[in-house]
């Protein structure tokens, strides 16, 4: 006799619970736990390094952007790069014997998402003791913890909707790890700091969560507005010149009040100058490029946790 839909959707419903149910059991007892302290000490590292000009001026919040989203990445794919394929052999017989696929990668998303906003409130409370200076006003919420709380969970759960998509698509745990590297790289390239990107690499960008990320904490901290160092470090070098030192000493003998009141507006003309020739578009603080991006990194999850539903109903064709 054939179920009704309201029967089969029950069914999946208890299903998922089950699954959900078994993951937190493997998470407390098959100390699945260890990524929380992992994250926090990546975290630290990652702060020491580059917390110091983090949202203070512009080259070290573009540096510590890159540094935040890297540290999102990296914890979204070791959470969940082996969790499918470490027993497929399980799912495959299960599903003949009536489990939903559908239950079983559900079960597996809320608990990925639960883990990814854990850490990621873990990494901003270290960042907060190693003296990260947060601004206080957010662009979307009102609050900027609130609001890079959810564009670091997005960049977390993206990615690791993308290690789960790879660890249905992949049959060993060896495959899987061996893919993970060559993820990583690809989401640092195409990032867009560390590497200027032109032309068609540029485009293909656009299908990374690292640009979206980054485009989204930059976007976040104003960083159009921040101060850049750049031309104050110029500047001392200018100074030292045999140039600007016979100037010096010429004024020294005339006026040294209107000359230095001179160099003055001087180096404050050039310095908004060069700040504003580091000021970039798509790092605007505005409401709509932050929805924009959350929006962007939120379809890369959907997207990945699909096809990996997708990937996975063909398990029974599995061979191996």
């Known amino acids: 006799m054939f179920k009704s839909k309201e029967e089969r959707y029950a069914g999946r419903l208890e299903q998922t619970k089950v699954y959900l149910g078994k993951l937190f059991r493997i998470f407390i007892y098959e100390k699945d736990w260890k990524v929380l302290p992992m994250a926090s000490i990546i975290a630290a590292m990652v702060s020491y390094v580059v917390g110091k000009n983090m949202f203070v001026n512009m080259e070290g919040t573009k540096v510590g952007a890159l540094a935040f989203v890297c540290v999102c990445i990296w914890n979204g794919f070791f959470n969940s790069i082996q969790v499918v394929c470490r027993e497929r052999s399980v799912i495959k017989r299960e599903h ?77 745990t060896t495959t899987a790890m061996t893919v993970m590297p060559f993820l990583l790289i690809v989401q640092l390239v195409f990032a867009g700091v560390a590497f200027p990107l032109h032309g068609f690499p540029e485009t293909i960008s656009n299908a990374s969560i690292s640009k979206w990320g980054i485009y989204a904490v930059c976007t976040e901290s104003n960083y159009n507005n921040l101060p850049t160092t750049v031309f104050k470090k110029s500047w001392k070098l200018l100074k030292k010149s045999e140039y600007v030192k016979e100037l010096e000493d010429l004024g020294n003998k005339i006026d040294p009040a209107m000359v230095k009141d001179l160099e003055d507006e001087i180096y404050e003309n050039l310095a908004q100058t060069m700040q504003e020739s580091l000021q970039v578009e798509e790092y605007e603080t505005e409401r709509a490029n932050v929805l924009r991006e959350w929006a962007l990194l939120f379809v890369f999850a959907v997207a990945y946790a699909g096809i990996g539903v997708l990937a996975l109903e063909f398990v029974d064709k599995d061979k191996r």
């Open 96 to 172: 003949r014997s009536g489990m939903s696929i559908f239950s079983y990668l559900s079960a597996h998303v809320i608990y990925q998402a639960i883990i990814c906003a854990l850490q990621v409130a873990i990494s901003l409370v270290v960042y907060w003791l190693m003296k990260v200076k947060f601004p206080t006003e957010g662009v979307v919420t009102g609050s900027f913890l609130a609001d890079i709380f959810i564009t670091l969970f997005l960049i977390t759960f993206a990615a690791d909707m993308m290690a789960l998509m790879v660890s249905c698509l992949v049959h060993t």
